[in-house]
């Protein structure tokens, strides 16, 4: 009898127990729902929230193993086509037991070794220059001292060398003199290393003008800023890319001045000047001449960013431009005019949905009534990328500077 009262208590409980767990259930869904709501409205607070607190979305799937793939091939230095030296080992006792060895080798093995010289001299020359007098020029003349610049106390080679290490490698002027110093005990101050690089940006001046007079004849240029520092003060990295020359111009402003001193007033009529949607290339491009191709991944992700700040509005807008991005980009540079006006019709469509948030609102506007024109001219033309990405690859190697020296 009390095994029976027992299993009715139990089953009693567990009833309950299924109606609390239901009722939870019902609790959270309720919760959810509000909470898809709250961040369907408040899409940016929940997005800066996120941020503050350092939280990140769940990713699927599991991660790649490591290690080189299975049949992978593998990678070996390969034999250096030079020798410069062969130097034969011979034993002459064992080196684990100490017997000495005799006899004939059985066989002979090689291993190849690649070293440098680590630490070099520094070479000193003086010069003896012998200054005669030309009765036809009426003047004392002189011999040419052999690689070295005028009035310059290094050779260059070394000049070369500091040059290589400040801008190749990206070395601050501190760490170019520790290299001299460990290297070849030459002890150089970080203001002969400023000195050497004014000196050859002398020496390079006329080659400088040249790069510059083919960069305006290109047909289509492609342009970035970036920020920079000169003695503590705000300046500006201006980068102008064409014919496989990129040409760099600080200055105090990042207005449209800048490319006109380059480019000139009106010496630019029809030609294609590919950059981000900052305001100072439209003047630019309207007192230059230039015809506008605005950069893709710039607008992708400005969408982006609208995706992640107004909630089911915002991944609309990405959604839709990435789908014209690709039609665009598969026609391969090889579509015609009909087919520039079904994309721009495509981007026209996005005005005419209702949107809440005044900022998405305005991005859909702008990309049509003001920037459409500049969207689609890579369609037709080969000549032409629909991005800047070339231009940031190349303000890289200067932020990596900046970064290092601060």
């Known amino acids: 009898m009390n095994s029976e009262n027992e299993i009715q208590r139990l089953k009693r409980r ?16 309720r919760i959810k729902k509000e909470f898809e709501e709250f961040k369907a409205k408040h899409a940016s607070t929940v997005s800066k929230l996120k941020k503050a607190l350092g939280i990140k979305a769940q990713k699927k ?3 790649k193993p490591l290690g080189a793939p299975k049949s992978h091939k593998g990678y070996a230095r390969r034999i250096p086509e030079r020798i410069d ?4 080992l011979v034993l002459r006792r064992c080196p684990f037991c100490n017997t000495r060895l005799q006899g004939r080798t059985q066989e002979v093995r090689h291993r190849y070794v690649t070293d440098i010289k680590l630490i070099s001299k520094v070479e000193n020359t003086r010069y003896d220059i012998h200054r005669k007098y030309c009765p036809k020029c009426k003047k004392l003349v002189e011999p040419e001292v052999p690689n070295a610049l005028p009035n310059a106390r290094f050779g260059l080679n070394l000049m070369l060398l500091v040059m290589y290490l400040k801008l190749g490698l990206r070395l601050p002027c501190g760490k170019v003199c520790d290299f001299l110093l460990t290297m070849y005990n030459l002890k150089v101050s970080e203001g002969e290393i400023v000195c050497i690089l ?3 940006v002398v020496a390079f001046g006329d080659y400088y003008a040249y790069l510059e007079g083919l960069v305006k004849l290109a047909s289509v240029k ?4 970036t920020s920079w520092r000169v003695d503590g003060r705000n300046y500006f990295v201006w980068v102008f890319i064409a014919y496989a020359v990129v040409l760099y111009k600080i200055r105090k402003h990042n207005n449209h001045r800048v490319g006109l001193a380059v480019f000139g007033r009106r010496q630019q009529q029809g030609n294609i000047l590919v950059v981000d949607r900052y305001s100072a290339f439209r003047t630019l491009a309207e007192k230059a001449g230039f015809l506008l191709q605005f950069c893709w991944s710039h607008i992708l992700d400005d969408s982006k960013a609208l995706a992640k700040s107004f909630g089911a509005e915002g991944r609309y807008v990405h959604r839709k431009l990435k789908e014209v991005y690709v039609l665009a980009n598969g026609l391969d540079h090889k579509g015609s005019a009909g087919m520039v006006e079904q994309l721009k019709a495509e981007v026209f469509q996005l005005t005419q949905r209702h949107y809440k948030h005044p900022t998405v609102w305005r991005f ?4 049509y009534y003001r920037d459409v024109e500049n969207l689609f001219r890579f369609v037709t033309d080969p000549g032409i990328d629909p991005t800047n990405n070339i231009s940031e690859r190349e303000l890289r190697e200067l932020v990596i500077i900046r970064k290092i020296s601060n």
């Open 61 to 63: 799937g599991k991660a």
């Open 198 to 200: 004014r000196q050859l």
């Open 222 to 225: 492609y342009s970035d800023t």
């Open 364 to 367: 859909v506007n702008n990309l």
């Open 14 to 29: 567990v009833a309950e127990l299924e109606k609390a767990l239901e009722k939870e259930k019902v609790e959270k869904e």
């Open 85 to 88: 030296h062969i130097k034969p």
